[in-house]
Structures are given as C-alpha cells and as structure tokens.
C-alpha cells in the first residue's frame, strides 16, 4: 500500500499527483473524481498568480472534466488529516508547514488535536456524507476498534454460575428449598450450601469476533503506517478469519439478536460497529474505497484551540468576571451578550414591529487585570517583511475586529477598563512567539481605536497546551 504526505491547499500538478500516486492515469483520474465529489479535492486555473497561494478563494474553483496530462490547472487538497482511496493513503499536514515534507511528529500531534476536537460532537463517523452518494468509511471504523479496545477492553458477557458449596456468595433461596437441612434446638444447620459466582464468557461468540475484528483493524492500520502516526500499537488478538464464524448473513443475524437484548450503551454501540463492519466489508486497500479522518474546516479547528488555551471569557457570567467591584448579577447575562443584536423595524397597519438578528461573535475576549484584550483565530499563512506582504487578513478581518473594540466600549468604560489590546493569533511551524508588529487603519484609529497587533505563534505549542488543557497568557 502507498503512504504519502500531501500539503493542505498547495497546488499539485497533475503529473505531480501521478508520481505521489504512483499510478496510471485511469486510477489517478478515479481518485482525482472521487475526491472532487467529497470536496476534498479543488481545481483552480494554472497561472503564475496561483502558483504560490496559501489560501483558496471560491472564485478561483473551475468546474472542469478530468483528462489525462491535463496540464490547464492545478489541483488543491483542501483537506487536513488521513484519506485513504484507491490503495493509497495521502496523510495531509497543515499548510503552515513549509520546511519538513513528511512532519510526522507534528501529524501526530495535529491528529490528536482534531480527535480531541471531533470529541465534543460525540458524533462516530461510520459513514462519509456528500451530495450524491453515501460510503462506509472503514479508516475511522478501524480507529474506533483500536481505541475502545485499549480503554475498554474486549467485548464480554458474563455467566452466572452455580454450585454446591462453591467460593461464590451463597445463593440462600436454592439452600433453603432444596439443600439437606439439620434442625438442632430449633435452628437449622445446612451441612452443604449452593453458591453463585459471576464469571466471563470466555468461549462468546462475541467476544471471539471482536478479537478477529480488532486483530484485522490493526494489520489494516500497520499495513497503511498509520500504527504509529496514531500512537497505537500493533494489537494480534486472533488467528481467527472471519469466514469460520460464518456466512455474513449468519454473523449479522447473531449481531441482531445480541443488540436486541444488550442494554449496556457501550457493549451497544460496538455490536453496532461489529454490524457495521461485517456488513460493509470495506478495506483500506479496496479500489473505489474511500475512507476519511480529519476535518475540511482546520481554520475551526484552530478558532477552538486558541479560545481554549487563551482561557475565552464570552461565555462566563458578568458576574464571575474578575472586574474591580463587580457590580453585575447573573440575571445581566454573559460577556456575550453585552454585544447589542442588529434590530430590523418596520410597520404595518397595527403599528411597529421589531425583529432582532444575529449579531457579532467574536473568536475569544479574555478579561484580566483590568485589561481586555480581544483575540481574532486567523489560520493563515502570513508573510510581512520590507518587501513582500503575504497572506494578510483581508479588510472585513480588519474591521469586525475593530466593530468587536466599539462594541465593548461602553462595557469596557463603565468598568474602567482602560488597556484594550487587539490581536491576530496566526499559526507557524516554528517553536517562538513572535509579534511581528501591527495593523493600523487610519480613518478607524481617529475615534480612539487600538492597533490590531500581529502575533505568530508556534502552532505545536498551541496544540500541546491545549491536548494538555492548560491555559496562557500572550502579552507583548
């Protein structure tokens, strides 16, 4: 099997693809199409202009056929973690990575970070969703075996055994009613007791099942080299194949009566993945196969990073803020909701009506030490030196992060709070923090509007306080 790193959003030519893919144009040309399909895959025009862009702007996406050698554009990965199509498997690492081609300590800890992301939605992935088809996806189904195995252990059901004068509590309602019983001075004396115990099923055909499954997830994975990329290890549990439990009907008909009378949420769950798996018979290996795991959206992903690490406040009481003489109650609501919602008025033959809208919601605002200070997540690949500026925030950044500052002004005056500090939290591959001067926007600046500052921050020490849950500070 084929494993390669791809860059997030760099611009592939075809030819290129076709080295990385190691294939024909056919297969290459099945994959490109089934890739655009999940919208993994961008076409953009071959020009000089998009040759060294970072980002991808929708109207630089062409709808075009797939030919061979097609040398007329470029094709872009818009996509951040593990695909798996055709019997090759493409790991795709964040654009901000420059200088390393095949970052696999930095993929592992980006890889954790987008489980721990993913977490929050509780949602297990069994399946790959787009406009036009519906796929099982076997690479995160291999990934849920593997980890609730190493925190759960096998799947087991347990028996409840009887015996006579056994080492098990005694079971008293099958002693009284049927054991020989001595009567002395009007007390009874059982010279022989039967006793329970509960033991494992060791001889389950679940629990065999889930050692062929678990067993055949992980040689999938080693197979891929994908063991290490996510800190597991090589797990041999069976030399079982699936074929001895049976046809797939058989296994799927004891599957349906085992979920019918398991009640436990977790022994539930993974005889539905057992289903899943035995149903589908996907392998990462199989030809029109594609499996997932990571995320289109990294930007949230790194929105959720920063707001974590730098300890985000829009959602703790007025009255938990640690502001001088806090003079706020819980009835006055969050730092949320002092931003005022847009108000649409209009009248009809009864009179006025009012409906209030959506409103600003900015990334992360921390209150500290009588400071606020406002934090704007840009995933960007900024460059600013004497000659060159690249991959800037654009002027809609630029001015919702100064309609953020307005509208805490009167906040931030009736609780004298008088430094206000405004930043872009860009990441970068290296291990600093550097502050690499400021925005300025003249006509904003006259009515008493901060500098937005520029910080770049080493994206792995972002990532590791936040796999560690610990929270810092990021002052100038």
Not at 302 to 319: P, R, S
Not at 389 to 405: A, C, D, F, N, W
Not at 443 to 458: A, F, R, V, W, Y
Request: charged share 25%; proline share 3%.
């Amino acid at each position: 099997m084929i494993s390669e790193y791809i860059r997030e959003l760099k611009r592939y030519t075809y030819n290129e693809l076709k080295k990385i893919f190691k294939c024909n144009n056919q297969i290459l040309n099945s994959s490109i199409s089934k890739l655009k399909e999940y919208g993994i895959l961008k076409v953009v025009p071959y020009t000089k202009e998009q040759k060294d862009l970072s980002e991808l702007n929708n109207e630089d996406i062409e709808i075009a056929s797939i030919v061979d050698n097609d040398y007329n554009h470029y094709f872009v990965f818009d996509y951040v973690g593990i695909i798996s199509i055709n019997g090759i498997v493409l790991k795709i690492y964040p654009k901000y990575i420059k200088k390393d081609n095949s970052p696999k300590k930095q993929m592992k800890q980006v890889l954790k970070v987008i489980d721990k992301f993913n977490k929050q939605e509780q949602i297990i992935k069994i399946f790959n969703d787009s406009d036009y088809s519906t796929s099982y996806n076997n690479l995160a189904v291999c990934l849920y075996f593997l980890n609730d195995y190493y925190e759960n252990g096998l799947y087991n059901n347990e028996l409840d055994i009887l015996e006579e004068n056994g080492s098990g509590e005694i079971y008293w309602d099958k002693t009284i009613n049927e054991a020989f019983t001595l009567i002395s001075d009007g007390c009874p004396y059982y010279p022989s007791v039967y006793t329970k115990k509960r033991i494992n099923d060791e001889y389950s055909f679940f629990k065999k099942l889930h050692e062929t499954i678990v067993t055949k997830c992980s040689n999938e994975l080693d197979e891929a080299d994908l063991l290490d990329l996510f800190d597991i290890t090589q797990t041999y549990l069976s030399e079982t194949e699936l074929e001895e439990f049976g046809d797939t009907d058989y296994i799927l008909y004891r599957l349906e009566n085992e979920m019918n009378i398991q009640f436990n949420t977790r022994k539930n769950n993974l005889l539905k993945m057992m289903y899943a798996y035995i149903a589908n018979k996907g392998t990462l290996n199989e030809l029109e196969h594609l499996s997932m795991y990571g995320t289109k959206s990294f930007n949230l992903v790194w929105e959720k990073v920063c707001a974590k690490v730098l300890n985000n406040h829009l959602d703790v009481y007025l009255c938990n803020l640690p502001l001088n003489n806090n003079p706020y109650k819980k009835s006055d609501g969050k730092l949320i909701d002092v931003i005022e919602k847009p108000k649409w008025v209009n009248k009809d033959e009864n009179g006025q009506f009012i409906h209030e809208t959506a409103t600003l919601i900015p990334d992360t605002i921390v209150i500290s030490n009588n400071k606020m200070i406002i934090y704007d997540a840009k995933y960007y690949c900024f460059e600013h030196t004497r000659q060159n500026l690249k991959g800037q925030p654009g002027i809609e950044s630029i001015t919702k992060q100064y309609l953020y500052q307005l509208a805490y002004k009167k906040f931030t005056e009736d609780n004298k709070i008088s430094n206000i500090e405004n930043y872009f939290i860009i990441p970068t591959e290296t291990d600093t923090i550097n502050y690499s001067g400021f925005v300025t926007f003249p006509i904003l600046k006259n009515i008493g509007l901060e500098n937005i500052k520029i910080c770049l921050i080493s994206a792995k020490y972002m990532f590791k306080n936040y796999l560690d849950n610990q929270i810092i500070e990021i002052n100038q």
